[in-house]
């Protein structure tokens, strides 16, 4: 056999490089090949001794083909497709085979490709035992895990175990939604008007907001209580007095899962744990004084407090553990803490406006430490960003205009009614003794009948009643010496407290001279609220943080114990002593309140458009008539609110003698058109003996409807 010439083996090797398109000058032949295809190579030169030309073109060209073929299966296939190839031309050499050119040459090509393809890799007697590839998830199957996350996420369960638990502590008030009220149907059902009233004008006549039809003639009536205008949309949906019997029924249960919720994401955003914030929400929100406020809606409704503060403190990256982290601020959410501030002051200025002032001495507060820190940095680093500081001024701006609208009806009120102006007196009636905060109100299923005695004594009961709740006393106490807090925000803390419990005592605290009567005096607005004890909200929280910083220890404490066992996880029994705060805290909130049902409306107050007057016309049944105009929302003369207009206190004394002359001609000169005399509420009344009245000298004409007299003027 003769051995392949030099040039044989460039041109085969030349010919195999323009084919698969590398640059045949970049390296040498033998570093072109692959390593494989490099021992194959070797392996048939060894095996054949030499190459004639031939062989060396056809090497070229089968290499050619292999590489090709290894463009398509991608993987080591090709190599042993070309070896075969290799060791078929060595094979022809030997046998003395002349090559073909021409047409010979492209039909080997083809068979070499085809060859290729068939030769299958080697099994891994192993592969069977491997795990299967991971499926790529489809639409459907990425919706469904979307949907299963967000079920199971942190927020969602606060959320729905928030409403949960309100269902379950304010039972039951959903028992009979359409027909009964919490506590009674007094202020309850003015309430429930208040947002009948301000969906119904609000699409009708929104001019008209401020000069209700209760109230007849008076004029901003609408601003003689605290107005809950932030439930108008509520308002939009269904009339009449059933319709707003049950609107009322379900914000009253919705209010109390708003400020669970709040609560919590207060105390998480501060750096307390889950099981530390559901205590401090629940004592929160069911605190045994708050029983007394069942049938004060404005009252219940604070759950905007705790949440705006949150969201506020999560938008500047701030909380009670880790300070402030410029990395996690964020405009959006300190922007939607400013619109939930604004909602929660269109509820009322009862909490209101206490909650406005405490934002304007945290954003005081803020500002001077922020500044004072970063003085000598003022011009080098911000403190803030753009985005952050915009967000505020336009939040900020939102909040006071919404409070400063609001506001103007009220100093109205005050100009034109002076008897609207609360005293010192008045203060001294309402706001609690000491002894007031280790008193449970009746409606308490634990404390109410065990302190009958001692509550007999308070003048005022329902507004000096405010134990905030001995187990929440016991783990406030705690938080000082065993807590999550570091030790001078234990110390801010229980500061917060006894400044917001003297406050609380209005003038009853050593007279109130250096505490509450400056505010009293000097703070505008500030003249207006009525019952200090209920700047008992702020103590109860301040309680509530201190008391999560207990828990939120004790369960880290469960942890480290659960460390050093086998499992790693804590057992039954150490799970169980993380919910025993918990399950007390929810105990001594469990209420016994009344729900008595409403009377029902009269039949002419669903035709009758007025203006008119329901007799008896005394405080029993003012906010009942007020609920009964929701069908037409008639003027009428009735209503009640935190004071009674001279004019109503004059029109009382006036139609005592009703049905008579002067009485008649009172009422028409004041624009009265139907008299409603209600058969069952008369005894004991002035109008006991006016059913049998003749009326045919007063020139008025005398109806029964019903269960009622009608008298048209």
């Known amino acids: 056999m003769t051995g392949g010439s030099p040039e044989a083996d460039a041109e085969g090797t030349g010919g195999a490089a323009a084919k698969t398109g590398e640059v045949a000058e970049a390296e040498p032949p033998h570093q072109r ?25 056809a090497e070229g060209d089968e290499t050619s083909a292999d ?51 068939k030769v299958e890799p080697p099994r891994d007697p192993f592969a069977a035992f491997a795990p299967e590839p991971e499926r790529v998830p489809t639409r459907r199957r990425r919706a469904v895990r979307a949907v299963g996350r967000f079920l199971i996420h942190e927020w969602t369960l606060a959320s729905v175990g928030s409403l949960v638990l309100a269902v379950l502590m304010t039972w039951p008030t959903l028992r009979y939604p359409l027909h009964t009220l919490p506590q009674d149907f007094h202020d309850p059902a003015l309430q429930a008007w208040q947002m009948a009233w301000s969906g ?30 932030g439930y108008a949309p509520a308002g939009l949906i269904g009339d009449g007095p059933a319709a707003a019997i049950l609107r009322y029924n379900i914000m009253f249960v919705l209010a109390h899962a708003l400020a669970t919720f709040g609560a919590y994401a207060l105390v998480r955003q501060l750096g307390a744990g889950r099981t530390g914030a559901i205590v401090a929400g629940a004592a929160y929100t069911y605190a045994p004084w708050m029983l007394a406020q069942a049938g004060h809606l404005h009252i219940v409704s604070n759950g905007g407090i705790p949440l705006a503060l949150a969201m506020l403190a999560r938008g500047h990256g701030w909380s009670l553990a880790h300070g402030f982290r410029p990395e996690r601020r964020h405009a959006g959410w300190a922007f939607a803490g400013w619109l939930v501030a604004a909602w929660q002051i269109s509820l009322g200025f009862g909490i209101g406006l206490v909650f406005g002032y405490v934002l304007g001495v945290i954003a005081i507060v803020t500002i001077a430490i922020r500044v004072g820190r970063r003085v000598r940095q003022w011009r080098i680093r911000r403190p803030w960003g753009e985005r952050l500081v915009i967000a505020d001024l336009l939040g900020g701006l ?68 405010v134990l905030p709740g001995y187990v929440l006393y016991a783990l406030a106490i705690a938080g000082l010496f065993f807590s999550i807090w570091k030790v001078r925000h234990r110390l801010l803390l229980l500061a917060g407290v006894l400044v917001t419990a003297i406050l609380a005592m209005g003038p009853n605290f050593f007279g109130g001279t250096y505490t509450y009567l400056p505010l009293f005096n000097h703070l505008p607005g500030w003249d207006g609220l009525r019952t200090p004890g209920r700047l008992m909200l702020w103590t109860t929280l301040l ?39 918990l399950l007390l805290v929810l105990v001594e909130g469990l209420n016994t309140t009344p729900h008595p049902v409403v009377p029902r409306q009269p039949e002419v107050m669903r035709t009758d458009d007025g203006p008119m007057m329901v007799l008896p016309f005394n405080l029993t049944y003012e906010q009942a008539v007020m609920l009964w105009t929701t069908t037409r929302f008639q003027p009428v003369v009735n209503g009640g609110s935190g004071f009674t207009p001279v004019r109503q206190e004059r029109t009382r004394e006036a139609v005592k003698t009703f049905p008579d002359q002067a009485s008649v001609d009172y009422l028409r000169e004041l624009g009265v058109r139907t008299v409603v005399l209600l058969r069952d509420a008369l005894s004991g009344t ?26 048209r003027l």
């Open 33 to 57: 090949l692959k390593p494989d295809e490099s021992a194959s190579a070797s392996d048939a030169k060894s095996a054949s001794g030499a190459k004639t030309d031939g062989d060396a073109k």
């Open 67 to 117: 590489k090709a073929a290894d463009g398509d299966a991608k993987d080591d296939t090709p190599t042993k497709a070309g070896v075969a190839g290799k060791g078929d031309a060595v094979k022809e050499g030997k046998d003395g085979e002349e090559r073909k050119e021409g047409k010979g040459d492209e039909r080997k090509d083809s068979d070499t490709k085809v060859d290729a393809t």
């Open 200 to 229: 119904h004008i609000l699409i009708s006549d929104p001019g008209r907001l401020w000069d209700s039809n209760t109230f007849f003639p008076e004029p901003l009536s609408f601003a003689f209580s605290d107005t809950l205008l």
């Open 398 to 465: 939102v909040f006071a205009g919404t409070g400063a609208l609001l506001a103007l009806p009220y100093f109205d009120v005050a100009h034109k009614y002076p008897e609207a102006t609360r005293r010192v007196q008045d203060l001294e009636a309402y706001a609690p003794p000491p002894s007031g905060f280790f008193i449970a109100p009746p409606e308490s299923l634990i404390w109410g009948d065990l302190h009958e005695n001692v509550r007999d004594g308070l003048r005022w009961p329902a507004e000096m009643t």
């Open 543 to 581: 309680l509530g943080i201190l008391a999560a910083g207990t828990v939120s220890a004790l369960v880290r404490r469960v942890n480290d114990i659960a460390a050093t066992r086998v499992t790693l996880r804590p057992g039954l029994l150490l799970r169980l002593v993380t919910l025993v705060p």
């Open 686 to 711: 002035p109008w006991q003996a006016a059913v049998d009245l003749p009326v045919d000298s007063l020139g008025i004409q005398r109806e029964e409807i019903g269960n009622t007299i009608v008298y």
